[in-house]
T-cell receptor, first 114, second 115 residues
Framework: AQKITQTQPGMFVQEKEAVTLDCTYDTSDPSYGLFWYKQPSSGEMIFLIYQGSYDQQNATEGRYSLNFQKARKSANLVISASQLGDSAMYFCACENQAGTALIFGKGTTLSVSS | DTAVSQTPKYLVTQMGNDKSIKCEQNLGHDTMYWYKQDSKKFLKIMFSYNNKELIINETVPNRFSPKSPDKAHLNLHINSLELGDSAVYFC??????????????FGSGTQLSVL
């Protein structure tokens, strides 16, 4: 069964620095997608970035990029030039085995300080 | 306009009561979901509907019953509420039920507290 592992319960970073949030996944599907969501303290779930397993390049969206290493089954989120507003919980996700829903990791709490 | 809206945002109730949470999406999506986020922030799929048809029904107590009157609405009814039902319930939608790049659009969540 598909599984997402986020091993960092909490990360701390200074403003303007880059930070990497780790995500490893376990899937037997040859084709799959990986997602990152942000959940600030206000509670909403915000989509950040998507990476397809057959995408030739690592995904980027503004200050967010994915360090996708298929052989290692890792899809780490890199946030460049951290801002105070980046303080939130971050979830990595992939499709379930049937491809009919997303399953989520346990999340990583990011705290950005000035 | 809010893409996925769910009501109420907060729901405080006594054990044993029956309550409903409503969800509506105006994105024209075919698929809608209910997720439960527990006190440790773990998100778990409960149900999904594709065009009013039940697709996923995870191991959820049968006190939870989803209802989809049309593809834009998916409501969640909970009977005989228990303390362990306290959580945040998220409604979400996606363009279709299958597809490797089907990102989910989430509602703002309903914080359910059972006393």
């Amino acid at each position: 069964a598909q599984k997402i592992t986020q091993t960092q319960p909490g990360m701390f970073v200074q403003e303007k620095e880059a930070v990497t949030l780790d995500c490893t996944y376990d899937t037997s599907d040859p084709s799959y997608g990986l997602f990152w969501y942000k959940q600030p303290s206000s509670g909403e779930m915000i989509f950040l970035i998507y990476q397809g397993s057959y995408d030739q390049q690592n995904a980027t969206e503004g200050r967010y990029s994915l360090n996708f290493q298929k052989a290692r089954k890792s899809a780490n989120l890199v946030i460049s030039a951290s801002q105070l507003g980046d303080s939130a919980m971050y979830f990595c996700a992939c499709e379930n085995q049937a491809g009919t829903a997303l399953i989520f990791g346990k999340g990583t709490t990011l705290s950005v300080s000035s | 306009d809010t893409a996925v809206s769910q009501t109420p945002k907060y729901l405080v109730t006594q054990m044993g009561n029956d309550k409903s949470i409503k969800c509506e999406q105006n994105l024209g999506h075919d698929t809608m979901y209910w997720y439960k986020q527990d006190s440790k922030k773990f998100l778990k799929i409960m149900f999904s509907y594709n065009n009013k048809e039940l697709i996923i029904n995870e191991t959820v107590p049968n006190r939870f019953s989803p209802k989809s009157p049309d593809k834009a609405h998916l409501n969640l009814h909970i009977n005989s509420l228990e303390l362990g039902d306290s959580a945040v319930y998220f409604c979400a939608s996606s363009h279709s039920s299958r597809g490797r790049d089907e990102k989910l659009f989430f509602g703002s969540g309903t914080q359910l507290s059972v006393l």
